[in-house]
């Protein structure tokens, strides 16, 4: 296992329009983040992933760029995003930029150009079909609901979007286009950033004759045509391209976003001899509490798959490719609402899932607000939702009759505007993120969910967070240490131990709001085992090698083996 400085950092997730604003027009912008690096520096964090700040008409909050270039001017201009390199810079941490490539805007100067004749120049930058029979060329859904196709009146032709109509999918088989994408990350290279975070990345590439999905007759519904382009034919000669044109040529992190990527998807991408990504963001984990109708269709998470999904990556990764570890993003719920107790146990249980984030191996990514635990929200109305995704699913699902209760509900767990309220910062008005009036409602816990109040408690969440991050500095271990599962069968009880060299690291994590007991593996009874990191006071090992373990309660010990 080769060690790098990626393996060793913890990532720090910006989603810049909720972290904290610094004009009063309600928006989170550059310079707000740049009032709060000290709060990052004190955390500890090593590398920012600053999700999209490039200009936008905001269809996607960002992820719909119509000026790769260009700063979005409601988050401020080039000269506001260079004080924020440097400034991260001066305290010794990393900037990690997001790079979105499988699409545009439609509003980006590529299309417009594009969409103008079928001649033009970029026509081919983009995918563009004739109908069928008068309707779409096949039959894929879009992401965000609806057909994948939008058709066009200049040309009389449809173009693909998988995500939103104002989302025109980057036609990858141009070698133009990747040329394009190549000098423009080079540009931001250039600039001093130190990686990438790629946005869907292992959607670009797709089966030229673009089949319909479905197996029956056209029947106006539409289809995921997932076969077709997740991992598509190309991507890894792209990938490879990418990577000796441009990433080769500088220390830089990337971690690509891999939509249904199994392990040995995952290998092909993070191979060590790949020369491909460092990482990916697998969904896997984020799946385990949807059925089979999917992310909509809320069904209770088990123990046994948690477990036996983080097992079957940290294994099957394991001294060929690196994991990133996350239990929450701008895309997902929070994770403590999710899997923990937001309600009868928020310090124990957050701390609890910490403790699993940071004693993984691999690469742990916090989302902003996770470190002080914060919680989804449930508003009242859909008319106060702001995410694309989750309005036109309530209109779809409205329209097939579904109960508004039923749909709020899977809106309440599931909702990617749990993720994104404003950051809470103190228990003044808005929760100190704006003196406006914020884009999207503030989660009314702010009073006691706040960093402030955090910062002030020597037991917070926050500063468990801080300690963890911490112990990663101090122990190799922590970062490269081989897994392995411990106590496979208990259902209560994720267990496991690390291993380097002769030295063993013991995680031991009650999942439930119940005391239940746990047999100490015989040779950690034996040792001097020192308790690392714990969530509820320290207490000396039993004799007897019997734990009882309190609710959510955490423990992490270390210990050498002969
Ligand atoms: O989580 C998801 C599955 O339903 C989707 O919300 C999400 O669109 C998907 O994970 C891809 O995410 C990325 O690309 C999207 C953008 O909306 C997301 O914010 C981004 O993380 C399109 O660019
Ligand atoms: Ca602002």
Redesign the pocket.
Known sequence: MQKKWWKESVVYQIYPRSFMDSNGDGIGDLQGIVSKLDYLKTLGVDVVWL?PVYRSPND??G??ISDYREIMAEFGTLADWRELLDGLHARGMKLIMDL?V??TSDEHAWFAESRKSPDNPYRDYYIWRPGKDGREPNDWSS??GGPAWEYDEATDEYFLHL??RK?PDLNWDNGVVRREVYEMMTWWLDQGIDGFRM??INLISKVPELPDAGTDVRDGSYHFGGKYFVNGPRVHEYLQEMNREVLSKYDVMTVG?A?GASPEDALHYVGEDRSELNMIFH?EL?DVDSGPG??WDVKPWRLADIKANITKWQTSLNGKGWNSLYLN????PRLLSRFGDETRYPKESGKMLATLLHTLQGTPYIYQGEEIGMTNVKFASIGEYKD??TINMYREYKALGHPEEKIMNSIYVKG?DNARTPMQWNAEAQAGFTTGTPWIAVNPNYKEINVEAALADPDSLFHYYRRLIELRKQHEIIVYGDYSLVAEDDDRVFAYVRAFGNERLLVILNFFGEETSFALPAEVAAADAELLIGNYAREPLPDQGLLTLRPYEARVYKYTVS
């Open positions: 999700c996607d909050n992820y719909d979105v499988n699409h992401f965000f995500f939103s989302q946005d869907v976003e939509i969904f984020m999917g992310k993003n701008h895309d997902q694309i995704e990617r």
